[in-house]
């Protein structure tokens, strides 16, 4: 047996160039399906492994195989309930793929729900004052204004501001949807500010937010970039682009925003999805505690 022959357990089937091959025409089917580069990434990691574990033709899995599989990420890989559940997501894809029947047993277990961690309306207003950079702050801005997805924010481009009319265009969002979200004043203003700094800069993109290299943006980096300001800022909680979308979401819902608005401008397909957030923020909990505790 080789170094490129794959034998997790039965008769060697695959081959690493098998897989590879595999993965790659499950990659332009996934693309024809308009499924986003993270997704495409996420998905190819999971069909790999499941490949390489069962070992067998896809035709040939069994109902069996199936369930020795999903207690295999379980027991032996640690996946998590999120994990769990995007393996069987991808799986379906695939199967879909092949054009063949999906096995009744691959179904995902219900994902806990918890409370989305954000930022109380203090430390929201310290983080935006917390970066000395103007990008960095337009940056941290357009997330707590507009509750994009970083994914979405480093694909901007310049034209997508529009400043008459104070919204932002987001093309091609998760679902390769795209929809409007509105850009405030105090967020339009900071956009402004960096983007005299950015029509300075040569490069040969057009992207609105550039990295220090005048390349786009990579969303590790946003990242980091983040975390770094809030450490700065001296916030405790760990701060996120995704925590910040929270943030933009709760503070919405707390000043009356509708549940159906919020949904349509967080770019959701599933009411399902924004439900997590009709939560009650700390300090309206006590508020209401305090009206309507029971007086014995």
Same mark, same amino acid.
């Given at each position: 047996?080789?170094? @490129?022959?794959?034998?997790?357990?039965?008769?060697?089937? +695959?081959?690493?160039m098998?897989?590879?091959?595999?993965?790659?025409?499950?990659?332009?089917f996934?693309?024809t399906?308009? @499924?986003?580069?993270?997704?495409? $990434?996420e +998905? %190819?990691?999971?069909?790999?492994g499941?490949?390489?574990?069962?070992?067998?033709?896809?035709?040939?899995?069994?109902?069996?195989d199936?369930e020795?599989? $999903?207690?295999?990420?379980?027991?032996?890989?640690n996946?998590?309930k999120? #994990? /769990?559940y995007? =393996?069987m997501?991808?799986? %379906?894809?695939?199967?879909?793929?092949?054009?063949?029947?999906i096995p009744?047993?691959?179904?995902?277990?219900?994902?806990?729900?918890?409370?989305?961690? +954000?930022?109380?309306?203090?430390?929201?207003?310290?983080?935006?004052?917390?970066?000395s #950079?103007?990008?960095d702050?337009?940056?941290?801005?357009?997330f &707590?204004?507009?509750?994009?997805?970083?994914?979405?924010?480093?694909?901007?481009?310049?034209?997508?501001?529009?400043f008459?009319?104070n919204?932002i265009?987001?093309? =091609?969002?998760?679902?390769?949807?795209d929809?409007?979200?509105?850009m405030?004043?105090?967020c339009k203003? /900071?956009i $402004?500010?960096?983007?005299?700094?950015?029509i300075k800069?040569?490069?040969?993109?057009?992207?609105?937010f &550039?990295?220090?290299?005048?390349? %786009?943006?990579?969303?590790?980096?946003v990242e980091?970039?983040? %975390?770094?300001?809030?450490?700065?800022?001296?916030?405790t $909680?760990?701060?996120t682009?995704?925590v910040?979308? *929270?943030?933009?979401?709760?503070?919405?819902?707390?000043?009356g925003g509708?549940?159906r608005?919020?949904?349509?401008?967080?770019? *959701?397909?599933s009411? =399902?999805?924004?439900q997590?957030?009709?939560?009650?923020?700390?300090?309206?909990?006590?508020?209401?505690?305090?009206? *309507?505790m029971p007086?014995?």
């Amino acid at each position: 047996m080789t170094d @490129k022959t794959i034998k997790i357990r039965g008769d060697t089937i +695959y081959t690493k160039m098998d897989i590879e091959k595999e993965l790659r025409s499950f990659e332009r089917f996934m693309i024809t399906e308009r @499924k986003s580069f993270y997704t495409i $990434k996420e +998905y %190819k990691f999971l069909i790999s492994g499941f490949l390489s574990y069962c070992n067998k033709d896809i035709f040939s899995i069994n109902f069996e195989d199936i369930e020795n599989y $999903k207690n295999f990420i379980v027991t032996e890989k640690n996946y998590s309930k999120a #994990s /769990q559940y995007l =393996a069987m997501k991808a799986l %379906k894809l695939y199967y879909k793929f092949k054009n063949t029947e999906i096995p009744p047993n691959l179904v995902p277990p219900r994902r806990s729900q918890k409370m989305p961690v +954000y930022l109380n309306q203090r430390d929201a207003g310290i983080l935006l004052n917390g970066s000395s #950079s103007t990008r960095d702050r337009a940056i941290i801005s357009v997330f &707590l204004y507009t509750g994009l997805r970083v994914s979405e924010l480093v694909n901007l481009e310049i034209g997508d501001a529009d400043f008459e009319e104070n919204i932002i265009y987001v093309h =091609a969002g998760k679902g390769d949807k795209d929809r409007i979200v509105v850009m405030p004043d105090i967020c339009k203003e /900071q956009i $402004k500010d960096y983007i005299k700094e950015r029509i300075k800069i040569r490069s040969n993109n057009n992207y609105l937010f &550039l990295s220090n290299k005048k390349t %786009k943006f990579n969303t590790s980096t946003v990242e980091r970039m983040v %975390k770094r300001v809030a450490e700065k800022s001296g916030i405790t $909680k760990k701060v996120t682009p995704h925590v910040l979308r *929270h943030t933009f979401a709760t503070s919405i819902l707390r000043n009356g925003g509708d549940i159906r608005f919020i949904q349509q401008i967080l770019g *959701h397909s599933s009411l =399902a999805t924004t439900q997590i957030y009709t939560h009650i923020d700390d300090s309206t909990l006590k508020e209401m505690y305090s009206q *309507h505790m029971p007086k014995y």
